[in-house]
Nanobody, 114 residues
Framework: QVQLVESGGGLVQPGGSLRLSCAASGRIFRLNAMGWYRQAPGKERELVARIRTIGITNYADSVKGRFTISRDNAKNTVDLQMNSLKPEDTAVYYC????????WGQGTQVTVSS
């Protein structure tokens, strides 16, 4: 079994910043891509950012230049630094890792509102 524990969500004003963290534990033998998805009310889950083992990153167009994903392969963690947050970034954010199969965290709420 693989467990993913997310932290760092919360309420922030527009223009503010948050940092999400995700730690993987359990039967980890090889982590391929790691990343973050999000799902807003009434919308489908969408990719926010992804980082591969060698550090190649992909971002949704809507977050490019504002969000930065990073990973620590020694600690099996993936972080998402979110700056210049907008109300439309409000969603539940899910961490995921790929080890042949995808594993998901339980989600953390991010609310951007004044």
């Amino acid at each position: 079994q693989v467990q993913l524990v997310e932290s760092g969500g919360g309420l922030v004003q527009p223009g503010g910043s948050l940092r999400l963290s995700c730690a993987a534990s359990g039967r980890i033998f090889r982590l391929n891509a790691m990343g973050w998805y999000r799902q807003a009310p009434g919308k489908e889950r969408e990719l926010v950012a992804r980082i591969r083992t060698i550090g190649i990153t992909n971002y949704a167009d809507s977050v490019k230049g504002r969000f930065t994903i990073s990973r620590d392969n020694a600690k099996n963690t993936v972080d998402l630094q979110m700056n210049s947050l907008k109300p439309e970034d409000t969603a539940v954010y899910y961490c995921y890792v790929n080890m042949g199969l995808d594993y998901w965290g339980q989600g953390t709420q991010v609310t951007v509102s004044s």
